[in-house]
T-cell receptor, first 110, second 116 residues
Framework: DAMVIQNPRYQVTQFGKPVTLSCSQT?????MYWYQQKSSQAPKLLFH???????NEADTPDNFQSRRPNTSFCFLDIRSPGLGDAAMYLC?????????FGPGTRLTVL | AQKVTQAQTEISVVEKEDVTLDCVYE???????LFWYKQPPSGELVFLIR??????QNEISGRYSWNFQKSTSSFNFTITASQVVDSAVYFC?????????????FGKGTKLTVNP
């Protein structure tokens, strides 16, 4: 029944050590999103894929990259995590009827 | 530009009380969608409702109800007979109509605490 799956649920990395978060979906939605949510704040959109078209938000740091090898999977790469990148990372998908979110990956940077 | 305002940062009620969470939005689009999401302590954003701009009918789902008024640009959410399990952060959000990216603009959220 799982629709939007994120792995891992908890990720610990070291300052400056690259990390990849993954998202997969069984909904066959054409749009996938990555959000960053820091404590007590609203989710902040980092980027989204409309089919294969990548759309970066203007204020998303270059440190964040994304890949979508096929419809079902999308990855978030953080090239050199800093302490300020510790947050919940949420993946979402949509196809004309609103966005559906995964459970999130909580990233800790030591 | 689109904007969503949730003026209530935190609300605390006692179980069985009714509670209304306010949401006011701004948009220049004539066609748009409004949403409410629930975020329990576990962190997942749970979809509650989606309402398009042409449908001003109020909606009721169990103890939840939503009041959409275009005249005041508001989309308020009421929980009747609140329960401890309703404790969460609730986000109101706005998106453009389907066909585009459907990017969501979130309000800052309202933290609801329901005390036994």
């Amino acid at each position: 029944d799982a629709m939007v799956i994120q792995n891992p649920r908890y990720q610990v990395t070291q300052f400056g050590k690259p990390v990849t978060l993954s998202c997969s979906q069984t909904l066959n939605h054409n749009v996938m999103y990555w959000y960053q949510q820091k404590s007590s704040q609203a989710p902040k959109l980092l980027f989204h894929y409309y089919d294969k078209d990548f759309n970066n938000e203007a204020d998303t740091p270059d440190n964040f990259q994304s890949r979508r090898p096929n419809t079902s999977f999308c990855f978030l790469d953080i090239r050199s995590p800093g302490l300020g990148d510790a947050a919940m990372y949420l993946c979402a998908t949509s196809r004309g009827r609103g966005q559906f979110f995964g459970p999130g990956t909580r990233l800790t940077v030591l | 530009a689109q904007k969503v305002t949730q003026a209530q940062t935190e609300i605390s009620v006692v179980e069985k009380e009714d509670v209304t969470l306010d949401c006011v939005y701004e948009t220049r689009d004539t066609t748009y969608y409004l949403f409410w999401y629930k975020q329990p302590p576990s962190g997942e954003l749970v979809f509650l409702i989606r309402r398009n701009s042409f449908d001003e009918q109020n909606e009721i789902s169990g103890r939840y109800s939503w009041n959409f008024q275009k005249s005041t640009s508001s989309f308020n959410f009421t929980i009747t007979a609140s329960q401890v399990v309703d404790s969460a952060v609730y986000f109101c959000a706005l998106s453009e109509a389907p066909g585009g990216s459907e990017k969501l603009v979130f309000g800052k959220g309202t933290k609801l605490t329901v005390n036994p």
